[in-house]
């Protein structure tokens, strides 16, 4: 028994989010079925989070194990890639230490959202970002973020009718830059509620387009769903990096 940690980048546009669903299209059953394609052997895949339809990744990790046949390990990533649709590929893989978890290891994530702030749609950019119109001043926004930064209670961020009962995250950093027409949130935190990276972009959106009411800090005091903003749509959001 072998097992291998794969970074795998995909765009979720067509799929209903990572994990195995029945009779539903998934990251997951479609890279374990080119695993076992491309290896002849049944084999485990574990992820490190659930991303929902629609999400993308750039560095989504997860960990592969079973009776893999002995290659280097730099050979893995061109052997599954040949199994695999265009929208997903393995960047790279390496030998899994003793008892890794890819999600349970995990000590925080990064996200990146994108917006594309323009009254005119960009018919490349459409599955992977958000078409907002309505000006953003980006220097607002970033100021909007750094309230966000910080252990807080998350529950105003959270999506209405989530079973979780600890709400409490610790955000390392939220960051907002533009590029011409692009606006890009950049998030790091512990963990992250459900939709809570996209909540938190939509009401910051909202916040530096003109939108008055709530501080985010009087919002995260709130502890209520509907004192925040708007939930962003899934398609501009991104899976950037796991830190282990």
């Not at 995909?10 to 998934?26: A, E, F, I, L, R």
């Not at 960047?91 to 999600?103: Q, S």
Request: net charge neutral; proline share 5%.
């Amino acid at each position: 028994m072998r097992g291998y940690i794969l970074k795998i980048a995909y765009k979720g546009t067509d799929y209903c989010g990572w994990q195995v669903q029945p009779n539903k299209k998934t990251v997951q059953s479609t890279v374990q079925s080119a695993i076992e394609e491309a290896f002849g052997v049944p084999v485990s895949l574990t992820g490190c989070s659930r991303t929902d339809s629609g999400v993308h990744a750039n560095g989504f990790v997860a960990l592969v194990s079973g009776d893999i046949p002995e290659i280097p390990v730099e050979a893995i990533p061109l052997a599954i890639n040949t199994k695999l649709p265009p929208d997903i590929v393995i960047k790279e893989a390496k030998t899994a230490p003793e008892n890794f978890h890819p999600r349970y290891n995990a000590l925080g994530k990064e996200y990146v959202y994108y917006i594309r702030n323009s009254r005119i749609r960009d018919p490349f950019l459409e599955d992977t970002s958000w078409l907002f119109p309505k000006h953003i001043d980006e220097n607002k926004a970033n100021r909007i973020c750094q309230e966000f930064v910080g252990r807080h209670d998350f529950r105003a961020f959270m999506a209405a009718g989530s079973k979780i009962t600890d709400t409490v995250r610790e955000i390392k950093y939220f960051d907002v830059k533009r590029q011409d027409d692009m606006v890009i949130f950049t998030v790091a935190a512990d963990g992250f509620l459900y939709n809570m990276v996209r909540i938190m972009v939509g009401t910051a959106a909202e916040m530096a387009s003109g939108t008055a009411g709530l501080t985010v800090t009087e919002m995260i005091e709130s502890l209520d769903r509907s004192k925040a903003g708007i939930t962003a749509p899934a398609k501009g959001l991104f899976l950037n990096k796991v830190f282990y």
